[in-house]
């Protein structure tokens, strides 16, 4: 049976007379027709391709590379079903840049874009793999915490206020550099909200209280 399998290969290989099919492979015929397959596959592949960048694009911030608000909205509502069902804590981080305003007016806009590029990589590289990090507005960002308590969520963010505040941010050629603090409200699920609607708010209060208690901290609502 071996045997008889092998001359099978060998007679679709050479042909009855070992020449019919030599030199198969260098037919213009079926030249032709590899260069179509492999023009049709390099096209499909580039489809997917582009089809992965428009997804990725229509999910992340232009400027920063984190998820944009559209995504985090949809990710926060899932996350808390899942909490839901888990019966698990959830934390929720907002976090807003002190006085940036002064930065864009007296170092103008090119700065201040570097300068939240730079604090959304100082945020991604403080954050647990499974945390979601998305630009929620302007110099505001957000961080969706999964199956973590407040008091943990809290020290997370403290870790990220005092890395912030660390940093010297270079805003020219001749090596000058400024200064950025940061103010942030963290709330948790199920404690300061259920839903999507009262744990946003509960986390903008917090953010608000720590802006009114002298920014440059981190507060619970």
Same mark, same amino acid.
């Given at each position: 049976?071996?045997?008889?399998?092998?001359?099978?290969?060998?007679?679709?290989?050479?042909?009855?007379?070992?020449?019919?099919?030599?030199?198969?492979?260098?037919?213009?015929?079926?030249?032709?027709?590899?260069?179509?397959?492999?023009?049709?596959?390099?096209?499909?592949?580039?489809?997917?391709?582009?089809?992965? /960048?428009? +997804?990725?694009? !229509?999910?992340?911030?232009?400027?920063? =590379? !984190?998820? $944009?608000?559209?995504?985090?909205?949809?990710?926060?509502?899932?996350?808390?079903?899942?909490?839901?069902?888990?019966?698990?804590? #959830? =934390?929720?981080?907002?976090?807003?840049?002190?006085?940036?305003?002064?930065? $864009?007016?007296?170092?103008?806009?090119?700065?201040?874009?570097?300068?939240?590029?730079?604090?959304?990589?100082?945020?991604?590289?403080?954050?647990?793999?499974?945390?979601? #990090?998305?630009?929620?507005?302007?110099?505001?960002?957000?961080?969706?915490?999964?199956?973590?308590?407040?008091? $943990?969520?809290?020290?997370?963010?403290? =870790?990220?206020?005092?890395?912030?505040?660390?940093?010297?941010?270079? /805003?020219?050629?001749?090596?000058?550099?400024?200064?950025?603090? /940061?103010? /942030?409200?963290?709330?948790?699920?199920?404690?300061?909200?259920?839903?999507?609607?009262? #744990?946003?708010?509960?986390?903008?209060?917090? #953010?608000?209280? !720590?802006?009114?208690?002298?920014?440059? +901290?981190?507060?619970?609502?």
């Amino acid at each position: 049976m071996w045997v008889s399998s092998v001359n099978e290969w060998r007679y679709f290989r050479d042909g009855t007379d070992g020449k019919k099919r030599k030199g198969y492979w260098r037919n213009k015929e079926i030249h032709k027709l590899l260069l179509v397959y492999i023009g049709l596959t390099a096209s499909a592949l580039q489809r997917v391709k582009l089809m992965d /960048i428009t +997804r990725r694009a !229509a999910m992340t911030d232009a400027l920063t =590379g !984190a998820y $944009n608000r559209r995504f985090f909205d949809e990710m926060l509502k899932q996350q808390i079903a899942l909490a839901k069902r888990r019966n698990e804590s #959830l =934390g929720l981080v907002i976090a807003d840049l002190d006085y940036f305003k002064k930065v $864009n007016d007296t170092y103008g806009h090119i700065v201040g874009d570097r300068v939240l590029q730079e604090i959304s990589r100082i945020m991604k590289n403080s954050i647990r793999s499974s945390d979601v #990090l998305a630009r929620y507005g302007g110099e505001e960002f957000v961080i969706v915490m999964p199956s973590i308590d407040l008091t $943990n969520a809290l020290k997370k963010a403290e =870790g990220i206020r005092q890395h912030i505040e660390s940093v010297k941010f270079t /805003i020219d050629t001749f090596g000058r550099s400024t200064q950025i603090t /940061i103010s /942030i409200g963290v709330a948790s699920f199920p404690e300061h909200g259920t839903d999507y609607d009262t #744990l946003v708010a509960a986390a903008d209060s917090a #953010l608000y209280k !720590a802006k009114k208690g002298g920014r440059n +901290r981190v507060e619970p609502p």
